[in-house]
Nanobody, 122 residues
Framework: QVQLVESGGGLVQAGGSLRLSCAASRRTFSNYPMAWFRQAPGKERELVARINWNSASTYYQDSVKGRFTISRDNANNMVYLQMNSLKPEDTAVYYC???????????????WGKGTLVTVSS
């Protein structure tokens, strides 16, 4: 099993910014599509953004498009989620994910991080 460890979550005011980081334990993750999901209490885990192995293709959920940016640094086994103009509805546990296939939903994911909590106050 490949270990994924998220960091960077915390409490931020609406309109503020955070950058989430995900560190992968194996260099081979440089060939994997990766994604960020989030889950709020009582809600389904939802895909926030995904990125392919060479950063040539990205996807963003409509609610975050223009505010969030996913990126990766394969040389350092890292993936990031830059979150700007945060809103209270962005409050959730954010999970890093990796798979051996295109990630469309949580069922496609092979490896999960344990999550990092993002809380956005009004």
């Amino acid at each position: 099993q490949v270990q994924l460890v998220e960091s960077g979550g915390g409490l931020v005011q609406a309109g503020g910014s955070l950058r989430l980081s995900c560190a992968a334990s194996r260099r081979t993750f440089s060939n994997y599509p990766m994604a960020w999901f989030r889950q709020a209490p009582g809600k389904e885990r939802e895909l926030v953004a995904r990125i392919n192995w060479n950063s040539a293709s990205t996807y963003y959920q409509d609610s975050v498009k223009g505010r969030f940016t996913i990126s990766r640094d394969n040389a350092n086994n890292m993936v990031y989620l830059q979150m700007n103009s945060l809103k209270p509805e962005d409050t959730a546990v954010y999970y890093c994910a990796a798979a051996g296939r295109v990630i469309v939903s949580s069922r496609d994911v092979d490896y999960w991080g344990k999550g990092t909590l993002v809380t956005v106050s009004s």
